[in-house]
Structure formats: structure tokens, C-alpha cells
């Protein structure tokens, strides 16, 4: 065995003792140390640990192990270099290579699995999941699975938590789904972790448990989840389950991103464009400075998330660039990466687009072209950029248009004319018991007549918080003269119109 790969394996062997073991760990370790010593077996089951997260060597080394394994013969081996082959893992893909070396491992492996092996039934379970030398059979990889999940497999305890949780081959079943989640992760399996994380933090399968979630996203994120780690981040950030603690917050975030995921370097963008964990200071000259520090900084993360594609930092990145906001304001640069946002339907970056060229900004002013974008946005199920489509004027005015005609259609329904009056005076101040009209709705039948609201004490008139369009209102007789009335008004408030009830 080269030189180069007994470091790699004992580095990580080192690496994993800084943490507490668990049955599971104590596997994986055994693993290692039989591999560095030239077991086949252990290095073809050490690269499929791997491939599969549990072992942090670099996927190229899992090769390598492979190719060492298969040469003595091993079905570990080979079944680990058939899995390289199909994923493309340290050499390039090849289907043909993945079946030929699947179909030679699995009858020795079942063999092996018969006989107790708990990592060769979690295999078997895979090739029955995957169709890796065999036929595909959810009903055959769950019995696998489960065999191997019973004899303590951590992968396998995950994977069927993950078959309760989908529903696959079996009825959906959350508290199922926990039972073989917490084994799995008892076990010390990070994956497992992370989930088990996930059920605690929204009570699934389990009941709600902050602190519970906290415990075991901490826990995966010592094993280097980057998925825990920013879920950590998070805890400490807003104090969930844990002390709120701003510097472990960004400690985990910087983690997670340093692991160069899109998601995790987004998140922490908006860590530091949320102002970085600055607290309340009277000293505005420090506030400011740390306020730019931090925006530059989101910049930074923004830039490489959105380089890889992330549809939500090359929104944010746009975001800065079109305010100024820790990066030289640049309405070019913004409109580009909202682009290259919008072209993957993301809601904000089409409402930033929409409110572009509402605004004129980086463009001429086109209303139709807003209204595009605003369009495109509420069909993904973005309410703001509603808000923003009833801005434009043609918009408002159809929608009043629309209140107006359906208010006086109302009227016509109620049959208002047969409705006796209550009250009147010198001044032709009327209220109808059934329905009253303001304004436009019954423009010709009452020109000369002026209205009042009155509810208690409480005077309602024309000029009440803008200018109404049309009322309606159904009185309630409670007892005696009392009434109390049921209305609604349009209502023009920041040039957003609506309907409100009050």
C-alpha cells in the first residue's frame, strides 16, 4: 500500500478520536486501521465510508482503496469500484464497468449477509434500492436494510427512517421515521444527525425540542456537516435552543461556507448584510464602521455563491450593487445579476426587475414591462410584488373600476329603493336602514344628497382617510334605535389601493 494513502488514513484516524465514539465510529475506525494495515476487505468497505460521507478522505483516496481491494479479490472492493465507475468518484463514469463489477460482488456479499454481515446486507439493501447488479426491488432492499439496521448498521437504521419519512414501499410514518433516525444518529451517523435535528426543530415524529435540535445539529456539525453547521450557526444567531451567542453564530456560518456549498456562503451573506451581529451601540462612528465592514464582507460571499449559480445571492448581489450597500453602487452590474436570477424564476429578483423598470432605473420607463415581471413573481407565489403591480396606474384604476361596477351590482341585489328611511333633516342627511351609497356607486339617484356615517359617537365622512370610491354598508338592528354597521370603503393609502373592512 503507497505511503501516501497510509498518511491520508491515519490523519483521518487521528482526526476522528478529537470526538466522542459511538458503536458506529468504533466501526468506522476498525475499518480504518485494518485498511492501513492491508486488509482487503476493510479497504473496500473503508472506500465505500468514503463515498458515502462517513470517513473524511478525499474522494480520489476512496479510488485508490477500491482499485487495491478488487485487485486481491475483494467483494467489498468491488462493489466500492462499481460505485466509483456509476458516480464518476476519482475516474470518469462508465456504466458498463459499474455493472460488470456490481453483478461479480453481490453473490458473495448476500452470502456474507446470510451469514450476519450487517455492512454486506446494507449493500445488498442498496443494490435492490439502485438496481446495482440486480433488478431493482424496494420490497427486497427493505428487507436487507432492516436486517442490517436490526445488527446495529447506522446507514442502514438512516436509510429506513428515510423510507418511513418518504413513504417508500410503506405508509408514511413520522414516529417510525424518528425511532430509526435517533439509532442511526445515536450511532454517531451525521447524516442522521442532521435529520434527527430537523425532526426536533418542527416536531416531527417527535415533539418539538429546540434545545433537542441544537444538541444534534451540534453534534453532525462536529463530524463537519456543513448542513449542521449552518443550521448551528442559525441556533446561536437567534438563540434557538441554545444561548444566543453572536460569535458562534458567524464561527459556524464561516464553517459551513468555508466547505464552498452555494447555499452555506449565501446564508452567511446575508448574516453579514443582516449587520453581522452588530448589538446596540450609542458609539455611531464605531456602528458605522462595522456596518461597512460587514456589507463588504456580504458582498464577498454573495459574489462567490451567486458564481456558482445560486439564484438567491445573485438577487442579494444585485441588491448591493443597485444601493451602494458595501460595494460601489453599480446600476449595470445590479441589473445583470438580477438577470441571471430572474432566469431561474426567482420572486425577488423578478420583483427587483419589475420595480427597475417601474422606476426607470437602468432602463427607460415601461409599465408594460413592469407588469411583466410583477406577473412572473406572483405566480411564484410572491404577494409583495401584488402589492407593487397595484401601483401601476392602468392596474389601480381597472381594479377600482371593478370594486365600483360589483358594489353597484350589490345595490341592485339589495333592492335598496324599498328601504325606508330613518332619519332626515334640513340639511338632507340620510341613513337607510338596508344599504347606504357614497359617491360614485348611486351618483345620479342621490347628486344632491350630502351623507353621514354615524356609528356611536363615531363620524364617518367623504374625506375619511382618503377619498372613497364607493361604501356599502349592512346594518345589524341590535336593540331598539342602535345600529351597527358592517362596511367597506376604497381606500387610497401610499398610493396602494385596497379594499379594507372595517
Known amino acids: 500500500m503507497n505511503n501516501i494513502l497510509s498518511i491520508c488514513i491515519l490523519l483521518v484516524l487521528q482526526a476522528s478520536l478529537l470526538f466522542s465514539q459511538t458503536p458506529w465510529q468504533d466501526f468506522v475506525n476498525e475499518q480504518k486501521t485494518k485498511a492501513d494495515a492491508g486488509d482487503p476487505d476493510a479497504q473496500g468497505i473503508l472506500s465505500t465510508l468514503i463515498q458515502l460521507g462517513a470517513a473524511s478522505v478525499s474522494n480520489d483516496q476512496a479510488y485508490y482503496l477500491?482499485?487495491?481491494?478488487?485487485?486481491?479479490?475483494?467483494?467489498?472492493?468491488?462493489?466500492?469500484?462499481?460505485?466509483?465507475?456509476?458516480?464518476?468518484?476519482?475516474?470518469?463514469?462508465?456504466?458498463?464497468?459499474a455493472h460488470d463489477l456490481f453483478t461479480q460482488s453481490i453473490p458473495n456479499l448476500k452470502n456474507m449477509a446470510v451469514q450476519g454481515n450487517s455492512y454486506a446486507a446494507f449493500l445488498i439493501g442498496g443494490a435492490y434500492l439502485k438496481g446495482r447488479g440486480v433488478d431493482k426491488d424496494e420490497t427486497e432492499s427493505d428487507k436487507w436494510f432492516l436486517k442490517s439496521a436490526e445488527d446495529g448498521n447506522a446507514f442502514s437504521q438512516y436509510n429506513i427512517g428515510k423510507t418511513y419519512q418518504e413513504g417508500q414501499g410503506v405508509e408514511k410514518d413520522p414516529a417510525a421515521s424518528a425511532k430509526w433516525m435517533q439509532l442511526s444518529a445515536e450511532n454517531g451517523y451525521k447524516l442522521a444527525q442532521v435529520a434527527l435535528g430537523v425532526y426536533f426543530n418542527i416536531g416531527y415524529g417527535v415533539a418539538k425540542d429546540d434545545t433537542e435540535a441544537a444538541k444534534w445539529f451540534h453534534k453532525a456539525a462536529e463530524q463537519g456537516d456543513a448542513n449542521?453547521?449552518?443550521?448551528?450557526?442559525?441556533c446561536y444567531q437567534y438563540g434557538k435552543g441554545v444561548s444566543k451567542d453572536d460569535a458562534k453564530a458567524l464561527k459556524w456560518y464561516l464553517k459551513a461556507a468555508e466547505q464552498g456549498d452555494a447555499l452555506h456562503q449565501s446564508a452567511l451573506g446575508l448574516y453579514y448584510s443582516n449587520g453581522g451581529g452588530l448589538k446596540e451601540t450609542d458609539n455611531m462612528e464605531f456602528a458605522t464602521k462595522y456596518l461597512a465592514q460587514a456589507r463588504e464582507e456580504a458582498v464577498k460571499w454573495f459574489r462567490k455563491a451567486a458564481e456558482q449559480g445560486n439564484s438567491g445571492a445573485q438577487n442579494n448581489l444585485g441588491a448591493c450593487y443597485k444601493d451602494g450597500k458595501g460595494v460601489q453602487k453599480d446600476i449595470t452590474e445590479a441589473i445583470k445579476w438580477f438577470q441571471k436570477s430572474a432566469e431561474q424564476n426567482d420572486p425577488h429578483a423578478l420583483t427587483n426587475l419589475g420595480d427597475c423598470y417601474f422606476e426607470g432605473v437602468g432602463f427607460p420607463k415601461d409599465l408594460e414591462a413592469a407588469e411583466k415581471y410583477y406577473r412572473k413573481a406572483i405566480s411564484q407565489g410572491f404577494s409583495e410584488a401584488e402589492k407593487k403591480l397595484n401601483k401601476i396606474p392602468s392596474i389601480r384604476s381597472q381594479k377600482i373600476k371593478e370594486n365600483i361596477i360589483d358594489a353597484k351590482k350589490r345595490y341592485m341585489e339589495m333592492a335598496i329603493d324599498d328601504a325606508p328611511v330613518l332619519s332626515s333633516g334640513p340639511s338632507?342627511?340620510?341613513?337607510?336602514?338596508?344599504?347606504?351609497?357614497?359617491?360614485?356607486?348611486?351618483?345620479?339617484?342621490?347628486?344632491?344628497?350630502?351623507?353621514?356615517?354615524?356609528?356611536?359617537?363615531?363620524?364617518?365622512?367623504?374625506?375619511?382617510?382618503?377619498?372613497?370610491?364607493?361604501?356599502?354598508?349592512?346594518?345589524?338592528?341590535?336593540?331598539?334605535?342602535?345600529?351597527q354597521f358592517t362596511y367597506y370603503f376604497y381606500q387610497d393609502e401610499f398610493d396602494d389601493w385596497k379594499i379594507v373592512e372595517k
Do not use: H, W
Not at 228 to 234: E, N, R, V, Y
Open 428 to 483: 338632507k342627511e340620510v341613513i337607510i336602514d338596508g344599504m347606504l351609497p357614497l359617491c360614485s356607486v348611486l351618483e345620479n339617484q342621490y347628486k344632491d344628497t350630502s351623507f353621514k356615517i354615524q356609528r356611536g359617537n363615531t363620524q364617518i365622512s367623504n374625506g375619511y382617510k382618503g377619498i372613497p370610491i364607493g361604501v356599502e354598508m349592512f346594518p345589524i338592528r341590535l336593540s331598539g334605535s342602535q345600529i
Open 228 to 234: 449542521a453547521q449552518s443550521s448551528l450557526g442559525f
Open 66 to 97: 477500491a482499485i487495491n481491494s478488487t485487485n486481491a479479490s475483494s467483494s467489498f472492493g468491488k462493489y466500492a469500484l462499481g460505485r466509483c465507475y456509476e458516480l464518476g468518484i476519482g475516474v470518469d463514469k462508465n456504466d458498463l464497468k
